[in-house]
């Protein structure tokens, strides 16, 4: 498989072999099939993983983008997820959800 354009992360909490962080209990990993089902549908060359905890449990549910180095938190709907790819595929950062 050829190395993809964007690396979509979401952080699911899992610490050792539990989730059991605020990502997962605020529906983290919920994102991920809507997230692919959306990197389809928008022809975006890119793929999905889950992540162990990113240790920005009061900003959950987070994502990362790479390589942009895009950290996003409050990611609470989907709405949210579609404000992050809608900005990816104009080749920007979607602000409002930026932490610094």
């Not at 072999?17 to 022809?43: H, Q, V, W």
């Amino acid at each position: 498989m050829p190395k993809p354009q964007h690396h979509i992360f979401v952080c699911c909490s899992f610490r050792g072999t539990e989730a059991k962080g605020k990502c997962m209990k605020k529906n983290s990993l919920d994102f991920i099939p809507y997230i692919e089902e959306e990197i389809a549908d928008r022809g975006l060359d890119a793929m999905v993983s889950s992540t162990g905890c990113l240790k920005y449990c009061e900003e959950g549910p987070v994502i990362v983008v790479y390589p942009q180095g895009y950290w996003y938190g409050g990611v609470t709907d989907e709405g949210v997820v579609d404000e992050i790819l809608d900005a990816l595929e104009q080749g920007k950062a979607a602000e409002s959800y930026l932490l610094s």
